[in-house]
């Protein structure tokens, strides 16, 4: 006899503006993990499926911080993720990124970091910053 339970959740789609509301019939065996989406209803279009497999299977975002800036004219660089990454990787990917410090001037888009956490993935300057002007 199986110990896995079947459980219907809604959640949204994010993968567009629509937002579609999401009813999916999942599986998890006796520790909580997936097994199985059984199904998924809800979704508009092709997308809200591929979705809810990936949020209840390996979730992923698009990370958001700042890293430090030495001779810029703004003391903090808004940064993001190319790309979104795994989201169990977050925590390991903040306390790579908390000791990171970029010198003056960048653009946006310049890789502030290079294949993060072996993703390849690239963590991006947000915007530009230019060097600090020095008074005479």
Not at 22 to 28: A, D, G, K, M, Y
Not at 44 to 63: I, K, S, W, Y
Not at 85 to 108: C, N, S, T
């Amino acid at each position: 006899m199986s110990d896995n339970v079947v459980e219907t959740l809604q959640f949204n789609c994010t993968t567009c503006p629509s937002e579609c509301l999401l009813t999916v019939e999942v599986e998890r065996d006796a520790n909580g993990a997936v097994v199985e989406v059984r199904s998924v209803t809800g979704n508009n279009c092709p997308r809200g499926d591929t979705f809810a497999h990936q949020e209840l299977t390996c979730p992923m975002r698009v990370l958001t911080t700042t890293v430090a800036v030495s001779g810029g004219d703004e003391a903090l660089l808004p940064v993001r993720t190319a790309e979104a990454i795994p989201l169990e990787l977050h925590a390991q990917a903040m306390d790579l990124i908390r000791g990171l410090v970029v010198e003056a001037p960048i653009r946006m888009g310049d890789v502030v970091l290079k294949n993060l956490l072996d993703t390849n993935i690239n963590l991006i300057a947000s915007m530009d910053i230019d060097r600090a002007q020095v008074a005479n």
